[in-house]
């Protein structure tokens, strides 16, 4: 039996680094999955790959900052599998990181938008369905940004991550009387394509990696499996909370 039986998933940034690793893997475990990006030739094959290997999952198309995809990626869901279960707002953007008063309005406004607003409008979206399910689990990917090592973030990622982890325990808090969970992750550096973008300067990157008592980036699937663990029902007492998967960075 899986972790995931009988659950629906809603995935946003699935298609590909570790939506798609999530989208894989909570099919693997049982769960009926929609997932949702805004790169549609990778999600489709995302979605073929889940099928052949015998999963349930399909992909839409879904800008995060678009209420109304939101609503179209909800609706699918409940039209499809009959419910909603489970929401993992997975996207983000980074961008490099420059001074306060270098950023942009407008490169503030991106983020924040991915980031904080996206996270907004699918826990908006997905409430109804949820309750009308009779509960479930939300899990916000959030970032150690969000928590502290202040000194070495990029301000919009590190303010939007920030929001995220506030809106999660608001969420937690108003939503535990329609059964509804809501969990935030909060990854170190991970091996992803995103990541590297951000750090191209492989002097920049062992700096950051100099900050991590573990020595090393995390992988993946190690963040993967904290997510699968709040969105089941072993995390059935876990709300409000902040997962760090971080190699020790923020116990320095």
Not at 141 to 168: C, D, M, N, W
Not at 212 to 232: K, N, Q, T
Request: net charge negative.
């Amino acid at each position: 039996m899986g972790k995931l039986d009988g659950k629906v998933a809603l995935i946003s940034g699935g298609a590909r680094g570790q939506g798609a690793a999530e989208a894989t893997t909570f099919a693997q475990e049982g769960a009926k999955v929609v997932f949702g990006d805004i790169l549609d030739d990778a999600g489709a094959q995302v979605e073929a790959d889940i099928r052949a290997a015998g999963g349930d999952a399909v992909y839409v198309h879904l800008d995060v900052t678009s209420e109304a995809d939101w609503r179209g990626a909800v609706q699918e869901a409940v039209s499809r599998f009959g419910q909603l279960n489970i929401l993992v707002n997975n996207a983000g953007i980074i961008i490099p990181r420059v001074p306060i008063e270098e950023r942009t309005g407008d490169e503030w406004d991106r983020v924040m938008g991915v980031n904080a607003k996206g996270v907004f409008l699918g826990t908006k979206c997905a409430i109804p369905a949820m309750r009308q399910a009779g509960g479930g689990s939300i899990v916000n990917i959030s970032s150690i940004a969000g928590i502290g090592q202040s000194l070495h973030q990029e301000p919009a990622y590190a303010a939007s991550k920030g929001a995220v982890r506030i809106f999660t325990k608001v969420t937690a808090s108003q939503h535990a009387k329609d059964k509804i969970r809501c969990n935030s992750v909060h990854p170190g550096p991970i091996d992803t394509e995103m990541l590297r973008s951000a750090m191209p300067d492989p002097q920049v990157l062992d700096q950051r990696l100099g900050r991590v008592p573990l020595g090393r980036m995390g992988v993946v699937e190690e963040i993967v499996a904290g997510v699968l663990f709040l969105a089941s029902d072993d995390a059935s007492y876990v709300t409000g909370a902040e997962l760090v998967i971080d190699g020790g960075a923020l116990a320095q």
